[in-house]
């Protein structure tokens, strides 16, 4: 399995990321959590805030949104 989920902040986008986690005392095992997270359970080393984070693809796919429609809009001269 080579499909690792790399997870960014949903802010910057940045790799730097944590979020809180349960962990088996005694063995040290990760529990694995919900994918659910809540915000306030996630933090970015970048933004250094509680930013809440998101899959690397899903981030870059909406930056792409963001630039199509920016560009979209300039081209229909709605942009000065
Ligand atoms: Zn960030």
Do not use: F, R
């Not at 529990?31 to 984070?53: A, P, Q, V």
Request: hydrophobic share 30%; glycine share 4%.
């Amino acid at each position: 399995m080579n499909d690792k989920i790399i997870w960014v902040c949903a802010e910057c986008g940045s790799e730097n990321v944590h979020v809180k986690q349960w962990v088996e005392l005694n063995y040290k095992d990760i529990i694995y959590w919900e994918l659910d997270l809540d915000k306030s359970d996630t933090y970015c080393n970048t933004c250094e805030e509680h930013t809440g984070i998101v899959e690397k693809s899903e981030y870059e796919a909406e930056e792409q949104k963001a630039a199509d429609a920016l560009l979209k809009m300039k081209n229909e001269g709605k942009l000065p």
